[in-house]
Every structure is written in structure tokens, then in C-alpha cells.
């Protein structure tokens, strides 16, 4: 009977811990159908905008415009990198994965400067926060309090707190590390350069000839780049933000298939456990009453 009350017990904490895991996979899913709709607008938006930032830097590289947002000669020699995490867990290795990029281009990338200690983070995101403080890294800031309210106002501060950082000459390079959302079960773990800004090698001059940039060019370099920039980091926000939505609801989904199967089994050991005391109970009667009449 002790081991029929051990695996009611059992079966009855389970069939619980499947209506939770339930619950977490339709909020996520909700939450991810919202998060979804808001990245998929922003998308051509932001692509359009890097096409013309492309432009207007094919525009600047033989022109005697500074562009102070491309690259330039090493100061500091200090690297900062942002790791976008989330606040909350039970999202699979959402987390992990974004943490064990950022060691892995520590150690391939970076290794002078971390050795030298002038490899520091931005953190947006308790969970990251942790794993970075368990691994003893620099963490600079913590920005985890973005998610309670992602918003472009929000974000742009932080945006332009990583701008002035690299235009005072603190920081030599600044790199995002986060989760691209793809679809609800996969995100593709990305590192981009936020500064300074790169043109890729497909770019052409003749592309830059399409846009004619008025009032200049020194205007548009104060105004154009610093706003894609913001841009480019809403949207890297955005990406993090649906594919942790996703990642959860995918492994609430699991949980729960797991919990069903879980509770199948645990039934038909609960059942046949019974029928054995059952039969041990009849195998009693039975051998008493042959022994009264005997």
C-alpha cells in the first residue's frame, strides 16, 4: 500500500506540474504572437534604413567628410560587448547559448583584451547578468529593467549611451550578442558590430550615386547614422524578445508532451501495482478460509 500511496502522490504532483506548463505555453504563445507582429513591422523598416547607411558610408569613404561613426585608429584598445538575455527562465538554453558566444568570441576574438581586462559587458537581462557575475567578467552596466517596458524611447536611451562611449574614444569596439527570431522553434544566435559601423564588401559606389543627400553630408552624418544605429538596436531587442517568447513556448510544449507521457506511465504502474495488492488480498482470503476448513 506504501507504494501505491508513493506513486498516487507522484501522479498527482505531476498531472499538476502539466497544468502549469500548460498555462506557460499558451501565455507564451499570446505573448509571442504580439512580440512576433511587432519585429516582422520593424523588419523592412530597419533593412531599408542599413541600405541607405550603407550608401551614405560608400559616399563618405573618398570624400573629406569625417564620418565618426566608421572606423578609425585604436585609443583605448577596450572592447565593449552587450549580451541580451532575458529576465526570467524555463526558456530551454535561450540564455546559455547567448553567454556561450560571448566566451566563445572572448576567447577567439578578444583574448588580449580580456587578458588585460579591457573586455567588458552590457547586460539587458537578469539571467545573463548572473552567468556573466558567476564567470567573474567586467559587467559595466545591467539594463533588465527594459523589459518590463520595451519601448524605442526606452531602448534609444541605452542606444545612445553606447554612442557616446565610443565616440569619447572609451571603447574602441561595441558588439551585440543576442537570439534572432526565426520562427516559434528556432532562433539563430547572432553577434553583429554595433560600432563602429561597417560597409559590406558587396557594396558598390555606384549604389551610393541613387540618393542625393541634402542639406550635406555633415548633416546627415550627425542625424541619419546615430537614428539607424537606434534602429538597428530596437531591433536586435525586438529579435531577443520574440525568440525568448518562442524558446519558452517550445519547451512548455516539450514539458508538457513529457508530463503526458509521464503520467501514462505512472497510471499503468499505478494499476498494475493495484491489481497485485488485489490479488495478494484474494490469495489471502482464499488461503485462510482453506486453512478453517482444513
Not at 501514462?264 to 482453506?290: C, F, H, M, P, W
Amino acid at each position: 500500500m506504501a507504494n501505491l500511496k508513493a506513486i498516487r502522490v507522484r501522479l498527482s504532483s505531476v498531472k499538476s506540474t502539466r497544468q502549469i506548463t500548460s498555462a506557460m505555453k499558451m501565455v507564451a504563445a499570446a505573448k509571442l504572437r504580439r512580440s512576433q507582429d511587432a519585429i516582422v513591422q520593424l523588419r523592412p523598416f530597419a533593412a531599408k534604413l542599413e541600405e541607405i547607411l550603407t550608401g551614405l558610408n560608400n559616399a563618405l569613404r573618398d570624400a573629406e567628410t569625417e564620418n565618426i561613426y566608421a572606423a578609425r585608429k585604436q585609443t583605448s584598445g577596450k572592447v565593449l560587448i552587450v549580451i541580451v538575455t532575458s529576465n526570467k527562465g524555463l526558456c530551454g538554453a535561450f540564455n546559455a547559448n547567448v553567454v556561450r558566444e560571448a566566451r566563445r568570441i572572448m576567447a577567439e576574438k578578444y583574448p588580449e583584451q580580456a587578458k588585460r581586462g579591457d573586455l567588458w559587458f552590457v547586460t539587458v537581462g537578469k539571467k545573463g547578468n548572473d552567468l556573466l557575475k558567476r564567470l567573474k567578467c567586467n559587467i559595466l552596466e545591467e539594463h533588465s529593467d527594459l523589459w518590463s517596458d520595451l519601448t524605442y524611447e526606452n531602448t534609444a536611451i541605452l542606444a545612445d549611451r553606447l554612442i557616446t562611449l565610443y565616440l569619447s574614444k572609451e571603447y574602441d569596439t561595441i558588439e551585440i550578442v543576442y537570439n534572432q527570431f526565426k520562427n516559434a522553434a528556432v532562433q539563430k544566435l547572432t553577434a553583429e558590430q554595433f560600432l563602429p559601423v561597417t560597409v559590406t564588401e558587396n557594396d558598390t559606389d555606384n549604389e551610393s550615386a541613387d540618393y542625393i543627400y541634402e542639406p550635406d553630408q555633415v548633416s546627415i552624418v550627425r542625424e541619419l547614422i546615430p537614428k539607424s544605429l537606434r534602429i538597428q538596436f530596437y531591433k536586435a531587442l525586438l529579435d531577443s524578445f520574440a525568440a525568448e517568447h518562442g524558446a519558452r513556448m517550445t519547451a512548455m510544449h516539450q514539458a508538457t508532451d513529457n508530463a503526458t507521457e509521464l503520467i501514462r506511465d505512472l497510471t499503468l504502474q499505478y494499476n498494475k501495482a493495484r491489481q497485485a495488492a488485489i490479488t495478494n488480498q484474494l490469495l489471502e482470503v482464499v488461503s485462510g478460509a482453506e486453512a478453517l476448513n482444513g
